[in-house]
């Protein structure tokens, strides 16, 4: 299995042993139980909140966006810019969002371990505790398990990507396929949503009756297994968004709208991401491939760049304008950075030595810069943040307390974020 | 030292390096003085860097704030102007022992200069810009004469004809539109859009028109860049050069190179004896400088070496300067030890188009 990586590289493929791993994981979920608090519980549910997780994957360069070093001895031939927040500058490549600092938090100050596409991604989507022998939940997946399931009859997780949609079941990790994501190919709906004029009623439930039976029958012949469980979770949540063909009637968006969050591909997906959010979605992840600049660096992040910043802009706006940032937060990050040091091709190549990751919304404080690199962007300054520093973070901000939350699997209880991390609390509202 | 090559027939396939001129960054462009007697050289850091061939004493010009881009000389005097990725150009009396920035235009393009070029009669600089535009300066104050309008996206190469009256501009979506200097709008356009890729998953156009020289008859124009371009990440492709028949527009030839070689072709210049070199940037793992015919497709001679962003013909039409990166060894990705953390760096080669010198007064074995 393959991802579309353009290094083609080993480092870029996913293991066989990887793949098994995320199927076992996926069909031992029996008998896991979250341990939310019932008040911790009480209170998430009362404050509805929702995420929205963008994922740039490759690899943004922070020096060419959050943390820029003009005239350093790796920092490039761009500016750098003034924010919204006095002493705090941005790339000039992202002028939008840096007149939006005020309603950000930037961590500088990102040091993972994984320099590899293929474990890096995972690595950090699942906050990466060690050495526990199950695949880990996507952030996605933990919060469709950790918080309340929504009343609203949405997907609690939902994709948005370039190329195919589908069922990510294997998001869901040990936590079983009822927690993976819908995935909505380029944004549209799932293929078949709209049911032919052909097909009554009855004859369509006549067929739901038949699908039932047969998965009955797989599951009394001992084939209870993820594949059959994520047939069913797919295909009920493809129910659910029948009834909601609205979200996806994009003859209700105005030009302006439009206009305002960008035609390629990033701006059609944010606006479709904030409708979803608006509908109460409860966590929307949008995925960009493509950020893995190994050559020409400079020429294709002043192309790229501008392709999340004024989407980005748009959204918070939105968000802001409409109330929705109290309760949603928003995730801005890649798995790793690049390198200071220019390679022969004019590119940065993968360093998860000293990235930056930013967040806005629920939990977040806002206007606030956590950590700070070396003058020469190489190494971070004072403190050094894994991603079980910014999963206890993220948790915290939804709400849910890492340090007293486990989930429970098959009598094992398990953390929900690395032990031997914390918080950061300077970017926690 | 420079070899005493005097009376040495010209020679491409006997190219050899007679002077290799470091510098501690990657060199970005370059080009031999008027008088022969200097090469200069744009860096990735805010200097300009000035060699004297004879002794290879170095001396750097301070006045930049970002990586110089393109340089161009004035044909019969003193000046040299040098442009970057600010859009800032700069005139500077080249042969001063310490020149400093005899004018100064702080914008003028909005975003990078990309390149730039000086009219054969002396008196009009001339700039092309990421914003799309083609702009004419007066030489001798730097006001502005003319803007070019025409060209859709980011401008990258420049070339004048010998007639003196007209210009080749090469764009990123691979137009080059072809202008009367005494107009503000495109006379035609020639069609390279083979060196651009688009691809169905790309997040951005690549490649485009990178680099153009007319021959010294002005009948040919070549046009360098790459096509079947393979993403937006690494950005390789296969090398091309196109050869335009400059009275019809139409294409002539595609040249490619022999070696293994996987970026655009950055720097051209048509030899006296109507020969084409041609430098190559990598992308993925190689790159080469190689000779054509004009009427061949692939090259009669090539040399590997590393990467390359700019390529200069000397006025005794003897030597190639090549401007490019030199490889200290350390990068790639994942962690790093912080003591050997640098920058790589970067060098103009001095090519001999001829035998050396040694080589041509051995007697032959019988």
Redesign the interface.
């Known amino acids: 299995m393959t991802h ?4 083609g590289s080993s ?1 870029h493929a996913i293991s066989r042993r990887r793949m098994l791993g995320t199927l076992a994981g996926a069909a031992g979920s029996v008998g896991l139980a979250s341990m939310l608090s019932p008040a911790m519980a009480a209170e998430i549910k009362r404050q509805n909140k929702q995420v929205l997780f963008i994922w740039l994957d ?1 690899g943004i360069s922070q020096l060419e966006s959050w943390d820029p070093k ?2 350093t ?2 920092g ?4 750098s810019i003034p924010t919204s927040v006095p002493g705090v500058h941005f790339s000039e490549l992202v002028p939008e969002t840096a007149a939006r600092m005020d309603k950000l938090a930037v961590i500088r100050t990102m040091h993972t371990e994984d ?2 596409h293929s474990t890096g991604v995972p690595k950090i989507q699942r906050g990466s505790p060690k050495n526990r022998g199950v695949d880990y939940p996507f952030l996605g997946s933990a919060l469709a398990k950790l918080l309340p399931w929504p009343t609203n009859d949405l997907p609690p997780y939902m994709h948005i990507k ?2 195919r949609g589908g069922f990510q079941y294997q998001d869901a990790g040990f936590l079983g396929a009822k927690y993976g994501a819908l995935a909505l190919g380029e944004g549209r709906p799932p293929i078949h949503l709209y049911r032919p004029d052909s097909i009554s009623d009855e004859v369509d439930e006549a067929r739901n009756d038949l699908r039932r039976f047969v998965n009955s029958q797989y599951r009394q012949q001992g084939r209870r297994d993820a594949a059959v469980d994520a047939y069913e979770y797919s295909f009920q949540m493809a129910e659910q968004l029948m009834r909601r063909k609205d979200l996806f009637d994009e003859t209700v968006l105005s030009p302006q709208e439009v206009e305002r969050y960008g035609a ?2 990033l701006g059609r997906h944010l606006l479709q991401a904030r409708r979803l959010l608006e509908a109460g979605v409860q966590f929307v992840k949008v995925t ?9 660096n ?3 992040h ?3 760049v501008p ?1 999340i910043d004024r989407p980005f802009s748009a959204i918070l706006d939105d968000l802001s304008d409409r109330g929705m940032l109290d309760h949603v937060l928003v995730v801005l990050m890649s798995e790793f950075g690049r ?9 940065r ?5 000293a990235w930056s990751v930013v967040l806005a919304g629920a939990g977040i404080k806002t206007g606030v810069v956590a950590g700070k690199t070396t003058a020469n962007g ?2 971070c300054d004072d403190s050094e943040y894994d991603a079980g520093h910014l999963y206890h973070t993220l948790f915290q901000a939804m709400g849910i307390d890492p340090l007293t939350t486990e989930y429970m699997n098959n009598a094992q209880p398990l953390p929900i974020a690395h032990e031997e991390c914390s918080s950061i609390n300077e970017v926690l509202a | 030292m420079i070899a005493d090559d005097a009376g040495l027939p010209l020679d491409a396939t006997k190219t050899w390096a007679t002077q290799t001129l470091e510098h501690d960054r ?1 060199l970005l462009c370059c080009a031999f003085s008027p008088c022969g007697e200097y090469v200069v050289a744009g860096a ?1 850091d ?1 200097g300009v860097h000035r060699w004297q061939l004879e002794s290879g004493a170095k001396t750097s010009f301070a006045g930049h ?3 110089v881009h393109s340089l161009a000389f004035h044909p019969k005097g003193k000046q040299l102007f040098t442009s ?3 859009g800032a150009v700069h005139c500077w009396n080249y042969a001063d022992a310490n020149p400093r920035p005899v004018w100064s235009i702080p914008a003028a393009h909005d975003g ?1 200069v990309v390149a730039t070029a000086v009219t054969r009669d002396g008196k009009h600089l001339i700039t092309a810009g ?1 914003d799309t535009r083609v702009r004419l300066w007066e030489t001798a104050t730097g006001k502005p004469v003319a803007d070019l309008v025409g060209h859709e996206t980011e401008v990258y190469s420049l070339a004048l004809h010998p007639d003196g009256k007209t210009l080749a501009s090469g764009d990123l979506h691979g137009k080059i539109h072809v202008w009367n200097l005494s107009q503000t709008k495109p006379a035609r356009t020639l069609d390279a859009t083979v060196l651009m890729t688009r691809g169905e ?6 490649g485009g028109v990178r680099s153009l020289a007319f021959n010294a008859e002005g009948t040919l124009l070549a046009a360098g860049g790459m096509t079947d371009i ?7 492709g296969t090398p091309a050069i196109l050869v335009f028949d400059w009275d019809t527009g139409k294409l002539q030839k595609t040249l490619r190179p022999q070696k293994k070689s996987d ?1 655009p072709i950055k720097g051209l210049a048509f030899l006296a004896d109507g020969a084409l070199a041609g430098l190559g ?4 793992s190689a790159s080469s400088l190689e000779f054509w015919k004009p009427d061949g497709e692939t090259s009669f001679h090539a040399i590997g070496r ?2 390359g962003y700019s390529l200069h013909l000397h006025p005794d039409g003897r030597r190639l300067a090549a401007a490019g ?1 030199v ?1 200290n060894g ?7 030890s ?1 003591e050997e ?4 760096n970067g060098s103009v080669v001095i090519y001999a188009l001829h035998d050396k010198p040694a080589a041509a007064a051995k007697p032959k074995a019988s």
């Open positions: 579309p990586y353009a290094c480092e490759g003009p005239k001895e790796f490039g031939p761009f500016r320099p590899n370039p190329g390629h591909p960009s491939y493509h950020w893995d600049m190994h050559g020409d400079f020429n294709m002043r192309a790229l392709q390198t200071p040091k220019i390679n022969t091709r004019i590119g190549d993968h360093y998860p030595n190489v190494a | 990657p990735q805010e704030e970002s990586w970057d990725f600010h990078w990421n998953d790309f997040l951005a156009d690549v393979k993403g937006n990440t690494f950005c390789p970026g940037e990598h992308l993925n590393n990467s990166i490889n350390r990068g790639g990705n994942g962690g790093v912080l953390y640098v920058s790589h």
